[in-house]
């Protein structure tokens, strides 16, 4: 059955490690958020790793094309609201990203799953690929911040990365652009949505 073919095994492997990156990132134990980082890193590269072969041998499906997006926002996600918790970033940032990727992703899974694909501009994968890197940075600061060796002979560097005015303005633009993205993602494909809930209603007035 495609349903469970490797790809999406790998997109819903990827769901699950969400909460044990949480558990290892919120743990007392230094070593434990150490293995948050690598946990983290797992799952994006069973994102790239379930692209490729699902594209490799043709296993792409209705199913996948709407889990492996959702998949990403809830790691993205999930680790951008435990940075409001650490006191990394600022609350009303995360959530307007949390919120506009949770619609697009939405939109754009529904589209696909009804065979009406949506078209993401260069910047939307610009933003994703800004996004990735910004969370992937402060995790590494972070978990270095957190291990006694590193925090001994990097201190000083580690406390200049994560100061509040420079992660504040990385988060302004990844912000302002993840915004930007989601309303350009609307306007291109308005005609698409359009056709898509029309669609929707006219099935659900026949049934």
Not at 136 to 158: F, H, K, P, W
């Amino acid at each position: 059955m495609k349903f469970f073919s490797p790809p999406n095994q790998l997109t819903f492997l990827r769901i699950l490690l969400t909460p044990v990156f949480l558990v290892f990132l919120f743990s007392p134990y230094p070593t434990m958020r150490q293995w948050s980082l690598v946990v983290f890193i797992l799952a994006a590269i069973t994102d790239w790793y379930d692209g490729w072969v699902a594209r490799r041998w043709g296993y792409v499906t209705r199913w996948g094309t709407f889990f492996d997006p959702f998949a990403d926002k809830v790691v993205t996600s999930a680790a951008l609201i435990a940075y409001i918790y650490l006191g990394l970033v600022a609350g009303w940032m995360v959530w307007i990203i949390v919120v506009r990727d949770a619609i697009i992703t939405l939109l754009r899974s529904y589209a696909e799953y009804k065979g009406k694909p949506v078209e993401t501009s260069k910047l939307a994968k610009i933003k994703t690929f800004v996004q990735f890197v910004i969370i992937c940075y402060l995790l590494i600061l972070y978990v270095a911040q957190n291990t006694q060796s590193l925090r001994e002979n990097y201190g000083e560097l580690i406390h200049a990365l994560l100061n509040y005015s420079l992660v504040y303005s990385m988060m302004v633009v990844v912000t302002t652009l993840t915004l930007w993205t989601g309303i350009s993602h609307i306007i291109v494909n308005w005609k698409t949505i359009r056709e898509l809930y029309g669609t929707s209603d006219k099935t659900a007035q026949t049934d």
